[in-house]
């Protein structure tokens, strides 16, 4: 059983602040499951807006980062395919369901399975909790994409 810190993070995605939401993986088992960590601050930029009153982690960023540690997963599993013209890119979402508001001072622990792989294409399935209480649960497809090369970046 295996953890990750913040730089094995950044060393398999392309996400960086203020689009990073994990900060750890607890466990990580390759082709199996991973086990991460994003701790919810009331410094996130995304609270400004969501709500200045109220501050919820909007359901599409509990996603995201449900998503960050499944493309960590994919990237830990298959080092060798995730490489500076490979990515792990999300390609779907399904069966999602929101059962409790994650707010500031939260600890998001994203549980996630791998339920089926087909070539360069990932199912899982999981949850993230607070303590201990479901705050989201969802499958993800993520596929191991190709990167626009430099010359259709500049584009």
């Not at 994003?38 to 998503?67: C, D, T, W």
Request: charged share 20%.
């Amino acid at each position: 059983m295996m953890s990750l810190g913040p730089e094995d993070i950044l060393a398999l995605l392309p996400h960086r602040y203020p689009f990073i939401l994990v900060d750890r993986i607890r466990e990580i088992q390759p082709d199996q499951y991973a086990i991460g960590v994003k701790n919810v601050s009331l410094n996130e930029p995304f609270f400004q807006g969501h709500f200045p009153h109220y501050r919820v982690m909007p359901g599409v960023l509990i996603v995201e980062a449900m998503a960050q540690v499944a493309g960590v997963l994919v990237g830990y599993s298959k080092p060798q395919a995730v490489t500076s013209t490979r990515l792990p890119l999300l390609a779907g979402v399904d069966h999602c369901r929101f059962r409790r508001q994650v707010v500031p001072g939260d600890q998001l622990v994203i549980r996630l399975e791998v339920v089926r792989r087909h070539g360069s294409l990932w199912r899982v399935a999981g949850q993230a909790c607070v303590d201990g209480e479901l705050a989201a649960q969802a499958q993800l497809l993520v596929f191991l994409g190709d990167k626009p090369n430099a010359e259709e970046e500049a584009q």
